[in-house]
C-alpha cells in the first residue's frame, strides 16, 4: 500500500485554513446576499431535489474544496471501488455494495452471485406469502442487530403503504430481554416466522436473542427447519444450528454490514413489499450510484457533501451534524445515519496506521420535524455552536389529512428560513433534501447518496471506512473473566 500524506499536508489544507479565517466571520445571510447560489446549488436527481445553497460557502471555497478532492483523488478511490479494488485495507476485501443494485455489473462472477441470491429471496418470497395466505403464517420477527437490522427496520417502516400482504413486521435489536419479551407477548409462535440476520453467525446480541427464543418455546430441530430463516455469510455455522439449507440466504463476504440493505439482509423488505417494489428500490439507488459515478464536482451530490462536510468539521470546527426529518414514516433514519456515517468514519488513525492530526466523522444526532421544533432546535436557532443541518422533507403523501400534511410542508420550509437568518447568531448552514413522496425508489436514492457521502468523506481524510476495529474491543472484552454484573 502506497504511504499518502495526511490530509493536514496538502497545500489546499493551508489555503482552505486562510479562507475560514476570511469568511468565517460573516453570518449567513451575508454569505448568501453576497453570491449567485441558485445556478449552481441546486441539483434534481433521481427523484431528489438537493437545496445546498444555504451553506457556508462561496464559489472561492467549493473551488478549493474541488481541488482537494483532486489532490486527495477522492473519485479515483470511488471509482476503483465500484469496479472491484480492495478498498477495505485491514480486512484486505472489497466492498462492492453498489454490485448488488446493477444486474449488469461488469465482473461476471460477482454478477452471478448477485443474480442468484437475488432469485432465492425472491422464490422464498413467493412461498411464505403463499402460507400467509393460507393463514400458516402471521407474523415476521428478524432477530438481528446494526447493519442486519437497522436498515431492514428503518424501510419496512417507512413503506408501510406499499406492503403487500397483512403480514405483521417486529424486529429485535438489542440483547435486553424486555425487548424480546414484549414482541413475544404480541404474536403467536405457531403462525411466526423468525429471520435470524447475522453476517458472521456469532454475533452475541443475535445469537443470545435466539437462543433464549429457543429455550422460552421448547423449540426443537424441526421448529428451526421450518420457522426460521437465516441471513448470513457464514452456511457452515447456520447448517450447524439445523436450519434447512432451503432458508438459509447468503451474503457475500464482501458486503459490509451497514452497506448490506440492498442484499440478503433486505429480505423482510422484500416480503413487506413485494419483489416488484423492492426491485423499485434497487433502481432508485441505481440511477442515483449512475450519477455519483459519471459528474463532475459542482453535479455531484454526494462529492459536493463531502467536501462540505470536510470544510465544517475541519476548518469551521463544527463537530456535529443535525438531521431533521418532516415525516414520522423516516422515524428510524436518524439510527440508520448514525450508523452508517460514525461507524464507518468514526477513525483516528489513517488507512496506514498514521494517527491523524485532524478530525473525522460528524457526531450525528436530530429528530422528527415538528417535534424538534419543541426541543433542539432552540438551540440551533439562538446556541453559540455552530451545527450544520440537513433537512429531509418529502412534499406530498397519501393521507386522510391533506391539508394537515400541507401544513407540515410549511412548517419544514419555515424552518429552514428561520435557520438561515438566525435568532442572535450567525444562522445555521443546512442542506434541504425534498421530493415528491416517500416510496421505494426515492428511499433507494437517498439511502444511496448518503452511502456515496460517507465513503467520499473517508476518502477526504484517508481512512478505511469498511472496519470497526473500535466495535471489536468491547467484545473482546466481554470475553475475558473478570467482566461481570
Known amino acids: 500500500m502506497l504511504k499518502t500524506p495526511l490530509l493536514s499536508q496538502t497545500a489546499e489544507w493551508s489555503l482552505l485554513q486562510g479562507h475560514a479565517n476570511d469568511i468565517g466571520q460573516y453570518s449567513l445571510t451575508d454569505i448568501l446576499s453576497q453570491t449567485d447560489r441558485e445556478s449552481y446549488l441546486h441539483l434534481d436527481i433521481a427523484g431528489i431535489h438537493c437545496d445546498f445553497s444555504k451553506n457556508h460557502v462561496t464559489q472561492k471555497t467549493l473551488r478549493l474544496l474541488e481541488s482537494l478532492c483532486q489532490t486527495r483523488a477522492a473519485m479515483q478511490y470511488f471509482y476503483g471501488m465500484e469496479q472491484g479494488v480492495t478498498v477495505n485495507f485491514s480486512e484486505k476485501k472489497q466492498a462492492l455494495h453498489m454490485a448488488l443494485r446493477n444486474p449488469n455489473y461488469s465482473l461476471e462472477p460477482v454478477r452471478n452471485i448477485v443474480a442468484q441470491a437475488l432469485e432465492k429471496m425472491k422464490e422464498l418470497t413467493h412461498f411464505i406469502h403463499e402460507q400467509h395466505r393460507n393463514a400458516s403464517i402471521q407474523h415476521i420477527v ?98 450447524s444450528y439445523g436450519f434447512s439449507a432451503e432458508h438459509i440466504l447468503s451474503i457475500p463476504d464482501w458486503v459490509g454490514g451497514r452497506f448490506s440493505i440492498w442484499s440478503s439482509v433486505g429480505f423482510p423488505l422484500m416480503l413487506a413489499v413485494g419483489t416488484e417494489h423492492f426491485n423499485d428500490f434497487l433502481l432508485g439507488a441505481r440511477a442515483m450510484d449512475e450519477h455519483c459515478l459519471t459528474e463532475d464536482f459542482f453535479q455531484n ?179 475475558k473473566e473478570g467482566v461481570v454484573p
Open 142 to 239: 428478524t432477530l438481528g442487530i446494526g447493519g442486519s437490522s437497522a436498515g431492514a427496520k428503518l424501510l419496512t417502516e417507512a413503506l408501510e403503504k406499499y406492503h403487500v400482504t397483512e403480514l405483521s413486521f417486529h424486529f429485535v435489536e438489542s440483547i435486553d430481554p424486555f425487548e424480546l419479551s414484549a414482541i413475544l407477548r404480541k404474536i403467536n409462535i405457531d403462525n411466526t416466522l423468525f429471520i435470524v440476520s447475522s453476517k458472521s453467525f456469532v454475533t452475541d446480541e443475535t445469537q443470545t436473542n435466539f437462543s433464549s427464543l429457543c429455550q422460552v418455546i421448547g423449540a426443537d430441530k424441526n421448529f428451526i427447519k421450518t420457522q426460521c430463516v437465516a441471513i448470513t455469510a457464514n452456511e457452515e455455522k447456520a447448517l
Open 301 to 479: 451530490p454526494a462529492l459536493l457533501l463531502a467536501a462540505m462536510d470536510c470544510w465544517y468539521i475541519n476548518f469551521l470546527h463544527a463537530h456535529s451534524r443535525a438531521v431533521i426529518v418532516y415525516s414520522s414514516q423516516l422515524t428510524n433514519l436518524i439510527n440508520y445515519l448514525q450508523q452508517l456515517i460514525m461507524e464507518s468514519n468514526g477513525k483516528s488513525l489513517s488507512i496506514t496506521g498514521d494517527p491523524l492530526d485532524y478530525h473525522t466523522s460528524p457526531i450525528i444526532w436530530g429528530g422528527i420535524g415538528t417535534n424538534s421544533q419543541h426541543s433542539f432546535q432552540q438551540l440551533l436557532m439562538q446556541g453559540s455552536h455552530l451545527v450544520p443541518t440537513d433537512i429531509i422533507l418529502p412534499r406530498n403523501t397519501s393521507t386522510n389529512f391533506p391539508h394537515q400534511y400541507s401544513q407540515l410542508v410549511r412548517h419544514g420550509l419555515a424552518q429552514s428560513q428561520a435557520l438561515t437568518s438566525g435568532f442572535c447568531n450567525k444562522g445555521q448552514p443546512h442542506n434541504l433534501f425534498s421530493f415528491d413522496s416517500i416510496c421505494p425508489k426515492t428511499l433507494g436514492s437517498l439511502l444511496a447518496l448518503y452511502e456515496h457521502r460517507t465513503v467520499l468523506m473517508a476518502a477526504l481524510w484517508g481512512i478505511n471506512p469498511f472496519d470497526q476495529p473500535g466495535v471489536a474491543l468491547a467484545k473482546q472484552l466481554l470475553k
